[in-house]
Nanobody, 126 residues
Framework: QVQLVESGGGLVQAGGSLRLSCAASGRSSSMYHMGWFRQAPGKERELVAAINWASGSTAYADSVKGRFTISRDNAKNTVYLQMIRLRPEDTAVYYC???????????????????WGQGTQVTVSS
């Protein structure tokens, strides 16, 4: 069992920045691929960014490339999502995710994800 606890959401003006954190704990939690998903009202949950636990490879949704950066501190077992140049369309609940399959993570197979955090709200005002 892996527990994921997100923090760092909030309200920010367009063009601003936020950093989300996700602390992972539990058995073998450091050996899971980690990702950030988001879900806006009335929309499906979508993959934002992911990081491979073994290689450190990353993957991003086209809409956030160049603006968001995912990183991982293995010593703290924490994954971060640094978000800059935020836009109103980035407004959503952001969820941390952990999965043992890199394919499942990058394809964004929502129903296949092993573990989810509780979510943190990010609101970008125009």
């Amino acid at each position: 069992q892996v527990q994921l606890v997100e923090s760092g959401g909030g309200l920010v003006q367009a063009g601003g920045s936020l950093r989300l954190s996700c602390a992972a704990s539990g058995r073998s939690s450091s050996m899971y691929h980690m990702g950030w998903f988001r879900q806006a009202p009335g929309k499906e949950r979508e993959l934002v960014a992911a990081i491979n636990w073994a290689s450190g490879s990353t993957a991003y949704a086209d809409s956030v490339k160049g603006r968001f950066t995912i990183s991982r501190d293995n010593a703290k077992n924490t994954v971060y999502l640094q978000m800059i140049r935020l836009r109103p369309e980035d407004t959503a609940v952001y969820y941390c995710a952990a999965d043992s399959s890199w394919h499942t993570m990058v394809v964004g197979t929502i129903t296949g994800i092993d573990y989810w955090g509780q979510g943190t709200q990010v609101t970008v005002s125009s």
